[in-house]
């Protein structure tokens, strides 16, 4: 999850559509997304606890107030890798580069390691950022075995919230698992503005309908842990289904979000609040 | 940027990281360089950042 949030977070240029494809097997985790690529400060940000590139692009909105569009608050998130590998393998022209935590401060300390990526298969199309875990930490446990929980319970319905990843597909692979979806969002040209589709494709093909309304609320109550968040946005997302030319609801529980899955509370649409400090 | 440029860039932020190791200030205590500890000394704060690092 930590990945998609920092997916979503990425620079990406205008004429692309934002993809993330994930592709787990036993003895790897391979990450590949088509974001602008890394700068010396994404780096720089990476090695530093409390601080990330995220939060330099907080803007004021229309009423002066501070406002975030990211998932991320802290550079400490990209650190939750190595609660999984223990070396992380970042390329993204012209960087590539080790950060391995069985090194002296090498959570902290980049190491340069062009071979690494020079030695492997070469994609027909590489994406413009590849990160690779491998070594998992429990070495006991495969990263497919580890992994497979989340990556089963991953619904189209996770591209609904997000800001800008347009593409999502992931696969796993082991001697007894195997998994492969691609989930896309797009917005038809319906003449509905807030008519939304998804769609899976791989092992099975669905798509499904929303409407998604969106709400601000101003002047929220003070959160000693959130000083700066003033305002936050909920948004309703609703399935619909088209039955002889008019949009019809569809019924059955959806899921909560805070720009990702939260869990199941039995609402019927799918509900997501977001703070301007992000979450 | 070049890959001979990028390979400068990492190798820069390793060594701003790696002179705060326990291993670089136990030489530097055993050097008994005044100037590199009031150096250190000035710098705990960063110190405590890497540390933090570590423990995660």
Redesign the interface.
């Known amino acids: 999850m930590e990945c998609i949030q920092n997916a979503d977070d990425n620079k990406y240029s205008a004429d692309c559509t934002p993809i993330l494809k994930i592709s787990i097997s036993e003895k790897e985790v391979q990450i590949e997304c088509n974001e602008a690529g890394f700068t010396?400060d994404d780096?720089?940000a990476l090695?530093?606890?409390?601080r990330s590139t995220k939060t330099k692009e907080a803007q004021d909105d229309e009423h002066g107030k501070r406002k975030s569009t990211h998932i991320g608050e802290k550079g400490?998130g990209f650190?939750s890798v190595?609660n999984l590998a223990t070396s992380v393998n970042i390329a993204s022209y012209?960087?590539?580069?080790e950060l391995n935590k069985d090194r002296?401060?090498g959570?902290?300390?980049?190491?340069?390691n062009?071979d690494f990526f020079k030695n492997r298969p070469r994609n027909s199309s590489p994406l413009q950022t590849t990160i690779v875990l491998t070594s998992p930490t429990d070495a006991n446990v495969n990263f497919v075995k580890t992994l497979r929980r989340d990556v089963e319970s991953l619904r189209p319905t996770l591209l609904l919230f997000l800001n800008k990843l347009k593409k999502l597909h992931i696969s796993a692979e082991s001697s007894n698992f195997s998994l492969s979806a691609n989930f896309s969002v797009s917005f038809p040209d319906s003449g509905d503005r807030d008519l939304i589709q998804l769609d899976e494709t791989g092992s099975q093909t669905r798509h499904w309908n929303y409407f998604r309304f969106d709400h601000t609320i101003f002047q929220l109550p003070r959160e000693k842990k959130r000083p700066n968040a003033t305002n936050t946005k909920i948004s309703l997302a609703f399935p619909v289904s088209m039955y002889e030319k008019f949009w019809e609801p569809v019924e059955g529980t959806q899921s909560v979000f805070a720009y990702l899955p939260v869990g199941d509370y039995g609402f019927r649409v799918c509900f997501r609040e977001l703070t301007d400090e992000g979450s | 940027m070049d890959l001979g440029e990028a390979e400068a860039v990492i190798k820069a932020i390793a060594r701003s990281k790696g002179i705060f190791s326990d291993e670089w200030i136990k030489r530097v205590v055993a050097s008994g360089d005044e100037d590199t500890l009031d150096l250190i000394r000035a710098n705990k704060e960063l110190r405590a950042d890497n540390a933090a690092s570590l423990e995660m």
Request: with cysteine.
């Open positions: 010396k780096i720089e090695c530093r606890v409390g400490i650190k190595f012209p960087f590539y580069f002296e401060l959570m902290v300390a980049p190491s340069w062009l």
